[in-house]
């Protein structure tokens, strides 16, 4: 890296994200994968073709949607990932036009972001989820138990539930087609089939130098901000763009791993079991001091001849 | 304790009209549950995907727990601390306890998809889980409960379990268990009571925990990494007031002995906790500065608003005026308000301040949702009355014009006629 990608980097605020976030919280035993994998969205490129969806959905076996791949009126609603989709396409329009006056739409593709630090995975009571090293939040369904937890941590709201389902329902998000990646040369079913290269998939250090490279060669064409870089402690998925991220639906997010608070004030409490034994201690000993205060009273009652 | 106050089966007759209700209340409820379990949650539940916990975790779990905190503040009170005075209470608020933590695992096995595997906890041990540490403290400690009720069952049946027709041929081993039990559990009840108070204290506050893990969700008002403290403080507040709530309702419908000096004296204690509370709300708004929020006039602000005026400045005010605590009526009212105010917490905190991005329709509860949570409800009230009525949890009321105690406690197979 030379000095000047290093500047660009700390301009867009990956500075924050490349110190490891957990480091600077000790006795929370956390473990961020060093060398992901990630994808990166290039959202000046996206052409809103809906391949990525189509490909999601073959790659997944998902079931045949409602409103077919081609038909673009779909662009007229905001979508969310659904259990039967694990990733949509949306159009914004953010005012900006082009030399003849037309509005210029934006296609941002959303979701599971595979978080560096996952809420998700801090939250799930019997580790169903979870952040294996090659990037990918993992949701493995003989574990879970169904409580959606995971959801009410997710800060993208990503988790989707089968609530239909009355013996065996699902956690659904993207998967980060984690079979494929895994195999070597594997590339996410979206990545693969992406017309335009709009999706790049990588090592994470890789793309975010990329990403840097792409805002520093043409500052008037981004808004120099790598979404994901340091976002809730760092995403695998990171996202580029021409627009505020606030125009085109993404969320505002803290900068610290969502799971540091509950973490550490457990960690802390129960490190050692400190905390409950010290109190199981301290009332054995005031039970102890009571009881045998009682029993000296009794005592001295019945020497003075008037016990019950 | 004096002979005057000591618990015992209640003579009365079970089936009395306040019982057939409690049972009519859970018929519906009982239906719902099973469309739930042919239909899945979609069918009975308004939960969404980004609603994703209603009133089945809300109340049935998360205030249930609180609510059934009278059982470890009254054993710690009595036991640990031996203020002996308060023994004649901590039968009735360990049962309550009982019955609420049974009907925790429950609630869950409808709310949550796959019923089938609520065991994988115990196998499948994930740390960093707040959830996690809140499961397994309330599965240890429901099982403390039982054994710290089990001298109850003990002192009632060690000389005479007689159950009907096949079941009798356990009579024996039943009854040489209860026999060791009753030897045996007195020496060793420490344990057990200093666990159930330690457990408490733990998934009391865990239970606050829980909600931490969105921080971009759940409103300012409410996340405070004070909140695992906050909901223990209020689960120890709210401990007596449950105790002073059931004496007075089961002393207006069944022959028992008026507690009212006792429960003034305890009113002193939730006095201190829930003026500790209060301090505490109070400064957590002021440190973080969130008291700009307060008048928002969002649904959030106006829930926020009547769980402090409601729940924590009312009862404070009245419970701090001697002649509120010395009357019957008045203890009553001050513990309806504290029970109030953390239920209503508990709905602020899980639902109400809980908001999700991109939602695009609010929760509001399915007729199906209150009708289960009304049966499970009245299944524990229902629960409660039998067991009073079978087993020496309340002191029955001794007639004024009688000397004889025999009169009010009932020998075996009296309690049905």
Known sequence: ?308 | MSERHRAAPLAVPLWTPGVLVLVALMIPGFVFVVARFVGGLGAVTNLSQTSPWGIWVAIDVATGVALAAGGFTTAALAHVFGRQAYETITRPALLTAMLGYTFVPIALMIDIGRYWAIWHPIIYWQGNSVLFEVAMCVVIYTNVLYIEFLPIVAERYKHGVRLPGPLSVLNGVLEKFLQVADRTLDRVMWVFILAGVVLSCMHQSGLGSLMLIAPTKLHALWYTPILPLLFLISAVAVGFPMVIFENVLASASLPIEDETPVLSQLSRYTFLFIGIYGVLKIGDLLVRGTYRFLFEASAQSFSFLVEIVVGVFLPFVLLGMPTVRRSRRGLFISACLIIAGVVLNRLNVFLVGYRSPYAVVGYWPSIGELAVTTALTAAIVFLYRVLVTYLPVLPPRIPSHGTSLGVTHSVPGRAES
Not at chain 1, 70 to 80: K, N, T, W
Not at chain 1, 134 to 157: L, T, W
Request: net charge positive; glycine share 8%; charged share 20%.
């Open chain 1, 1 to 308: 890296m030379n000095r000047r990608t290093f500047l660009t980097w700390a301009a867009t605020g990956v500075a924050s994200a490349a110190v490891a976030p957990s480091s600077a919280w000790p006795g929370v035993s956390r473990r961020v994968p060093d060398d992901p994998y990630g994808c990166l969205v290039d959202l000046t490129r996206c052409v809103g073709c809906r391949k990525c969806e189509q490909a999601c959905n073959t790659v997944n076996n998902l079931p045949a949607p409602s409103v077919p791949f081609d038909d673009m009126l779909v662009f007229d609603s905001q979508r969310r990932p659904t259990p039967q989709s694990f990733t949509v396409v949306n159009r914004y329009h953010t005012g900006k036009v082009d030399d003849r006056n037309r509005l210029v739409p934006t296609y941002v593709k959303v979701q599971c972001m595979h978080c560096q630090d996952p809420a998700c995975v801090s939250a799930c009571i019997v580790g169903a989820l979870t952040k294996r090293d090659n990037g990918a939040v993992h949701y493995d369904e003989s574990k879970c138990i169904g409580c959606r937890y995971c959801m009410i941590a997710c800060p993208f709201q990503i988790p989707q539930y089968e609530y239909n389902d009355p013996i065996t329902p699902r956690v659904r998000k993207c998967t980060f087609c984690f079979e494929r990646i895994s195999q070597p040369g594997g590339v996410p079913g979206c990545a693969a089939i992406c017309p335009v290269e709009a999706i790049t998939f990588g090592k994470r250090n890789v793309l975010l130098a990329l990403a840097a490279q792409r805002i520093e060669a043409e500052p008037a064409r981004y808004i120099p901000h790598i979404y994901g870089a340091s976002e809730v402690g760092g995403t695998s998925w990171l996202y580029i763009s021409g627009e505020p991220f606030e125009k085109l639906g993404f969320l505002t997010l803290p900068h610290r791993p969502i799971p540091q608070t509950t973490e550490s004030i457990q960690h802390g409490i129960f490190a050692y079991f400190w905390a409950p034994l010290t109190l199981y201690g301290l009332l054995g000993a005031i039970m102890y001091g009571t009881h045998r205060r009682q029993k000296q009273e009794q005592q001295t009652s019945e020497d003075k001849g008037d016990g019950p």
